[in-house]
Nanobody, 121 residues
Framework: QVQLVESGGGLVQPGGSLRLSCAASGILFSVYAMGWYRQAPGKQRELVAHITNSGQTNYVDSVKGRFTISRDNAKNTVYLQMNSLQPEDTAVYYC???????????????WGQGTQVTVSS
């Protein structure tokens, strides 16, 4: 059974920091690309940060320079360090694991339950 369990969300003042963690089980973590998505009320879910199994990273423009995604394959965990948080970062943050195989062709995609991040004074 695959599980992605997020933690580290909470209430923080503007300018503050949080570190989200996502612990994976039931998958060979090291071969999966991992991502952090967020969904604010009334908005579509968006990709915030992504890290490949080889460690390449990508970020949505709005978080570049403020957020850092990293992974620890020994701990089956992906992190999202969030600095200089702003009210517009308020959302539920979801962890995602994805993997595609070419032979035979198939794909796997898993989601965590989400963790709330609220940025407010």
């Amino acid at each position: 059974q695959v599980q992605l369990v997020e933690s580290g969300g909470g209430l923080v003042q503007p300018g503050g920091s949080l570190r989200l963690s996502c612990a994976a089980s039931g998958i060979l973590f090291s071969v999966y690309a991992m991502g952090w998505y967020r969904q604010a009320p009334g908005k579509q879910r968006e990709l915030v940060a992504h890290i490949t199994n080889s460690g390449q990273t990508n970020y949505v423009d709005s978080v570049k320079g403020r957020f850092t995604i990293s992974r620890d394959n020994a701990k089956n965990t992906v992190y999202l360090q969030m600095n200089s948080l702003q009210p517009e970062d308020t959302a539920v943050y979801y962890c995602n694991a994805e993997k595609a195989w070419t032979y035979p062709p198939r794909a796997a995609n898993y989601w965590g339950q989400g963790t709330q991040v609220t940025v407010s004074s």
